[in-house]
């Protein structure tokens, strides 16, 4: 079974600053999609950002960017300028191809301090 | 607009009642998902569906049962079998073997009290 791991349940950043949170995964597929889910205090599932695991170039959405390695399975993800409304819980989620499954890892609570 | 829709968004029980939950989705997607969320514990997958008329157990079925007889509808019934049914629930769907994205619903606060 897949699985995904998030080995950071609490991270804290200064307005501005840039964060690094990590995220690795188990798996025996080669094709799959990673993404990075935000979830502020309201509670609702917002996408930040997708990776296919054939593509080699690191997926970026404005300050949001991701060090894809596949050899290592890890899929960490970073923010640059750091902004107040980034405050939230993070989540690392896997996807295979071929199906439908969709795994989530534990979830990083992110802290930005003015 | 097009969308995933919980209802209700908090429900209170009795310990030893069966309760579903509604999930409704108008995207046209043929996966559906059911999430569990506890504190610390981030999302755990109950039940997934990719097609009518067939689902898959996720990780933490047990005490849950889920039904998918129309493509819009995916409802998750809490039975009295689930000794921890207290949580926050979240309801998904997706398309089948793309890239895109889990659209997510509001999610529902079940309380067994």
């Known amino acids: 079974a897949q699985t995904v791991t998030q080995s950071q349940p609490e991270m804290s950043v200064q307005e501005a600053e840039t964060v690094t949170l990590s995220c690795t995964y188990d798996t025996s597929e080669s094709d799959y999609y990673l993404f990075w889910y935000k979830q502020p205090p309201s509670r609702q599932m917002i996408l930040v950002i997708r990776q296919e695991a054939y593509k080699q170039q690191n997926a970026t959405e404005n300050r949001f960017s991701v060090n894809f390695q596949k050899a290592a399975k890890s899929f960490s993800l970073k923010i640059s300028d750091s902004q107040l409304g980034d405050a939230a819980m993070y989540f690392c989620?896997?996807?295979?191809?071929?199906?439908?499954?969709?795994?989530f890892g534990e979830g990083t609570q992110l802290t930005v301090n003015p | 607009d097009g969308g995933i829709t919980q209802s209700p968004k908090y429900l209170f029980r009795k310990e030893g009642q069966n309760v579903t939950l509604s999930c409704e989705q108008n995207?046209?997607?043929?996966?559906m998902y059911w999430y569990r969320q506890d504190p610390g514990q981030g999302l755990r997958l109950i039940y997934y569906?990719?097609?009518?008329?067939?689902?898959q157990k996720g990780d933490i079925a047990e005490g849950y049962s889920v039904s998918r007889e129309k493509k819009e509808s995916f409802p998750l019934t809490v039975t009295s079998a689930q000794k921890n049914p207290t949580a926050f629930y979240l309801c998904a769907s997706s398309i089948t073997g793309l890239s895109t994205e889990a659209f997510f619903g509001q999610g529902t606060r079940l309380t067994v009290v």
């Open positions: 995207l046209n997607h043929d996966a």
């Open positions: 989620a896997y996807k295979v191809t071929s199906g439908s499954r969709l795994t």
């Open positions: 569906s990719q097609i009518v008329n067939d689902f």
